[in-house]
């Protein structure tokens, strides 16, 4: 694809952006939860306890505590990437001339995911949930990658969490069963990081041009270990406990429990794809990809 083509994309997305946003801080775009304390905080589904002994023993009122819960650490999971992303992908462009098209976009997405991180902060905040400190490790790999993650790397990350946000996320925005703030957070969220995807997407379609060999297999390899980073992240042992769990009960339910495994493939389909498509699968990512349970 010739230079023009790949600037008339990033002009295709910003126009795009223009047509249909939203700002989260309006109050009709964001109002506050009037429904009760019935409506749980993810499709019941995408709980990783779905459907084990200790799902099974619960009350459906505490299973509505547990998805709220749930909800607040993988949306906490999504501001954490969303901040990181933004600290990588602006350090690379830090130099670059901001009226190329695709850094525009850039200052667009960035605008986007403050505002996905505020929308996200308040909504947690509506439902009565609250975030849960994540383990030093994964604060130690977030340092990592915001400091070193290189172009095909940084937007590859970044592109398997809005893959997998995505896939959950329309779900929960079509449940019946889930809080009217999560749903609404989440349409917004699907239609807006579609962009940031298809932004991803090209960025790294135009990074692996005439890329070597040798440093096509590290970023796969790179890649798969962020992804795994990022999947690991969503379970939060702290979560758990903080709901009166035992950790030593749920965690071995949840790690052998098939149902959720089905779920996490599920939403990492759309992501494994591309990276198949795009020659950035290889023998040592797929074992990775199947140790996070998304292969
Ligand atoms: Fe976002
Ligand atoms: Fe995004």
Request: charged fraction near 25%.
């Amino acid at each position: 694809m010739t230079t023009s083509g790949r600037d008339a994309i990033f002009e295709t997305l910003l126009e795009s952006a223009k047509r249909l946003s939203f700002d989260p801080r309006d109050p009709l775009v964001c109002q506050p939860d009037s429904d009760g304390d019935e409506f749980h905080g993810m499709t019941p589904e995408w709980s990783p306890l779905f459907g084990t002994a200790t799902w099974d023993s619960m009350a459906e009122s505490e299973r509505v505590r547990l998805t709220r819960s749930e909800v607040a650490q993988f949306l906490g999971v999504g501001i954490w990437l969303e901040v990181g992303l933004q600290v990588a992908l602006l350090r690379a462009s830090h130099s670059a001339d901001p009226a190329r098209s695709d850094v525009k976009f850039l200052f667009n997405e960035c605008a986007d995911e403050n505002l996905h991180s505020l929308m996200f902060v308040n909504v947690i905040d509506s439902i009565g949930s609250h975030f849960y400190r994540r383990d030093r490790s994964l604060d130690f790999f977030g340092w990592l990658f915001r400091t070193i993650a290189w172009d095909e790397v940084a937007y590859g990350i970044v592109l398997a969490g809005e893959e997998i946000f995505d896939v959950m996320q329309r779900d929960w925005m079509a449940s019946e069963d889930v809080a009217a703030p999560i749903r609404r957070a989440c349409y917004i969220h699907v239609i807006e990081e579609s962009r940031h995807m298809a932004y991803a997407r090209q960025k790294i379609r135009t990074r692996l041009i005439k890329i070597s060999r040798v440093r096509r297999f590290i970023s796969t390899l790179v890649i798969a270990i962020g992804t795994h980073l990022v999947a690991k992240s969503l379970i939060n042992r702290r979560m758990y406990e903080d709901l009166g769990l035992d950790w030593k009960v749920v965690g071995p339910e949840i790690a052998a429990n098939e149902h959720h495994r089905i779920m996490f493939r599920r939403a990492a389909e759309p992501f494994i794809e591309f990276l198949s498509r795009e020659g950035l699968l290889n023998f040592g990512a797929r074992w990775i990809y199947r140790k996070s349970n998304l292969l």
